[in-house]
């Protein structure tokens, strides 16, 4: 089990981020630092909240190696766009202007 100290300005800290921040996601892990803190089993708290242990783990190691910011969502850089930039801005507009403004009376897609 990974067990995790806070010192008081760090508790703070986790608890603020806890009290106002929007995102149900990073409330969630801030929750599971402090609960960590207070030693509650990591089996437990994920069957509570529906995940599993090793993305509790997760989440814990995350915080012991990057403090608050390693609980922050990290997405993935994506796919490439198949589009240049430069023709994003045409392309847009010929779609926002639909069939007419391309001339023709009626449209023939769907």
């Known amino acids: 089990m990974i067990s995790i100290t806070l010192s008081p300005s760090a508790r703070h800290q986790v608890e603020e981020t806890f009290k106002t921040t929007r995102d149900r996601r990073l409330r969630d892990r801030c929750q599971a630092i402090l609960m960590a ?24 190691n995350a915080y012991r190696v990057r ?39 009626r449209a023939h897609w769907t």
């Open 37 to 60: 803190a207070r030693a509650r089993p990591h089996h437990p708290m994920a069957t509570d909240w529906g995940i599993t242990a090793r993305t509790l783990q997760r989440w814990r």
């Open 67 to 105: 403090g608050l910011a390693g609980l922050a969502m990290q997405w993935a850089t994506g796919r490439t766009p198949s589009l240049p930039a430069t023709l994003a801005p045409a392309s847009l507009a010929w779609v926002q202007q639909g069939p007419a403004g391309c001339g023709l009376d």
